[in-house]
């Protein structure tokens, strides 16, 4: 069953280029995706942790020693396939979701920090919910 999340876009820490080029084999070969080099954030007010209960993250193993795992999670925004992706190590809160797709997603949807965007997030076994 998807789940529809509503969140406000904000400045990341400014690394999620770097380490989208350092995962970017791994999320190939794992979720099937050439990701865009660089990450959207969506602050949800609240703990993601209390959603993950009723999703199943693939969990994206560290392309190297000293780096952590992540879990990704499909989903839609605004008619686009994205993953939520949730670094093991992170210096982002459980409130922020880190947004990774094939497209510069500001540039192709024309957000902007503070605007408001609905995610929905699903299982991949299931169909994507469009």
Known sequence: MPIKIKGKIVKGLGVG????????????????????????????GQDFFTYTKKLKAKIIPPPRKGLGCVLAYPGILMGIKIYVIKPCITKHGWNILEIISEKNLRKTLNLKDNDIVEIIIYNEKDDPPI
Do not use: M, Q, S
């Open 17 to 44: 280029a770097k380490y989208v080029k350092l995962y970017r084999e791994v999320f190939n070969k794992y979720l099937g995706i050439d990701p865009y080099p660089g990450t959207l954030n969506i602050d949800i």
